[in-house]
């Protein structure tokens, strides 16, 4: 089974389809097959990165049941071992995907003969997102260092936290603890998901135990793109503490993405970054997100350099 | 929110529990970076409500971990709740500021330990009462001591942190360049502690020395 990497974050503009886009790149090169796929539905754009035009299948072929096979509708890219699932040919509204269209998906993924698979979401908080972020094994949270943006990571984090928490309630029927909550607060809305396990810590610890350690098989990871100069470097490391302070999941931060205005010439000429200006620092960053994605930092050698950076 | 209710003070700030004044300190403004009010994760991630909360329960236990006092109550009832362990309060490992101007560089230090020990275990008697017994002490007398070892004189100023310029115009009597007096014997005091002769008779024999030179030139 292939290893799933979901690139999600709550804002728009963060760079998710361009670190999608770059991080199947270096994990290519890293000599492993992978897939990209691009699931901003309704409104692709991984291709345009990737400098391709005039793609024959996608994922349309795919919903539309003229091909059974997922796999058999990915594209080749201009980089070896890389290929990739547009949504471009898509209906209009594929947007709002049917549930089990949505399963469907998702249960073809996991099926994908390759090593990688990288998904590309779209912004946004809508369950179709949240189901495929929670489908990845590893969900990769990308923002840049606005408080606008990180309070939609934020804000993208709690609501997957909810979802999640929501799976996982369902399955063991302790439904009522969701409603217990709802009654609690003034408006009858569940604010934030910490009030869920809160309330189920408080009557149930049996069931607690169980539920933490469900929360803990989730796992973020998290990006911070568009990093400038004299800006405070910690403030990935500031973020992943609150959160594995305050969640009971798993945060990783895996490093800042420097800011660079060749990015923009990159999107411009629709080429791959890291292949266009590959002696950049931004290519420098990716590559090494890249690594510890896949945990090569552990023996590498060559990456001492980043250890002494983080 | 439970979560954090449960951790006691040094959690809060995540610092071991005979951490030291500096280092409580450094924690501290740490924590604010995140939960202050300026801060854009606290912003995000918490109510105004809860994020006051979080900040007045980081602001009770600064205030009662700076105050030695306050603190000595505070771990007493810790560890009377059996919260940590008694003996951990007694273990000696703080942190304390780096000074700005440090005299031992990491490397520097070892190198100072050897070339120290070089000169303890050399027999220098001999150089020394011939020195010792002039009545003017020339720079030549003091690069003798130094040879006699068999160190390079950039291995001096790893020691001693005397310029090499300096340690230069010292041995070869070079009153042009020499500092003034007062400098002077600071370095003539420094070299001659480092090998172990009399500072006082050293820096007498080398001014009396250096007026002579003067004096004839």
Request: proline letters at 4%; a positive charge.
């Amino acid at each position: 089974m292939a290893h799933i990497f979901a690139v999600g974050g709550g804002k728009g503009g963060t760079g998710k389809s361009f670190i999608a886009a770059n991080l199947g790149v270096m994990l290519a090169r890293q000599g492993k097959k992978v897939v990209l796929v691009d699931l901003d539905l309704g409104a692709p754009n991984l291709h345009t990165m990737m400098g391709l035009t005039n793609l024959k299948t996608g994922l349309s072929n795919f919903l539309n049941k003229s091909v059974k096979n997922l796999s058999l509708t990915s594209a080749p890219t201009k980089t070896p071992n890389l290929y990739i699932i547009s949504s471009l040919r898509c209906s209009l509204e594929v947007g709002n995907l049917f549930y089990a269209q949505k399963q469907k998906i998702i249960r073809a993924i996991w099926q994908l003969p390759t090593d990688y698979v990288v998904l590309d979401l779209g912004a946004g908080t809508t369950y179709n997102t949240l189901d495929f972020f929670l489908a990845s094994h590893q969900g990769l949270s990308v923002f840049t260092p606005e408080p606008t943006s990180i309070q939609n990571t934020v804000q993208f984090i709690k609501a997957v936290y909810l979802r999640k928490l929501k799976h996982i309630l369902k399955q063991h029927a302790f439904a009522t603890a969701v409603k217990e909550v709802g009654y609690e607060s003034d408006d009858g809305v569940v604010r934030s998901p910490l009030d869920i396990v809160d309330s189920v810590m408080r009557s149930d610890p049996a069931r607690a135990k169980l539920l933490q350690k469900e929360l803990g098989k989730l796992r973020f990871k998290l990006i911070l793109n568009q990093y400038r100069k004299h800006m405070d470097v910690t403030l990935g490391n500031k973020i992943e503490k609150v959160c594995n302070r305050h969640f009971y999941s798993q945060f990783q931060f895996l490093g800042n993405i420097a800011y660079n205005e060749r990015v923009y010439e990159s999107i411009i000429a629709r080429k791959v970054f890291v292949a266009k200006y590959p002696y950049t620092p931004t290519s420098t960053d990716l590559k090494n997100v890249a690594n510890k994605m896949t945990g090569r930092n552990v023996q590498a050698p060559t990456l001492k350099e980043t250890n002494a950076k983080v | 929110m439970r979560k954090f209710e449960e951790l006691n003070h040094y959690q809060i700030f995540g610092i071991p529990i005979n951490a030291s004044a500096f280092e409580i300190r450094q924690a501290y403004k740490e924590t604010l970076s995140i939960y202050g009010n300026d801060s854009p994760i606290s912003y995000s991630f918490f109510t105004e409500e809860e994020s006051k909360e979080i900040l007045d329960r980081v602001e009770e236990a600064f205030s009662t971990l700076i105050d030695q006092e306050k603190r000595e109550l505070y771990d007493k009832m810790l560890v009377h709740d059996k919260k940590i362990d008694p003996s951990d309060l007694t273990k000696k490992k703080q942190k304390v500021p780096t000074p700005l101007f440090s005299s031992k560089t990491p490397s520097g230090a070892a190198i100072s330990k050897t070339i120290k020990k070089r000169i303890k275990d050399k027999d220098l008697k001999k150089t020394k009462e011939a020195i010792l017994s002039k009545d003017m002490i020339s720079g030549d007398d003091l690069k003798q001591l130094r040879q006699t070892v068999g160190i390079k004189i950039e291995d001096l100023f790893e020691v001693t942190r005397i310029t090499v310029s300096i340690l230069e115009a010292i041995e070869n009597d070079n009153f042009g360049t020499l500092p003034s007096t007062v400098y002077l014997k600071n370095f003539l005091k420094a070299y001659a502690k480092l090998f172990e002769v009399d500072p006082k008779k050293i820096i007498d024999g080398y001014l009396k020395n250096l007026n002579h030179i003067k004096g004839t030139s």
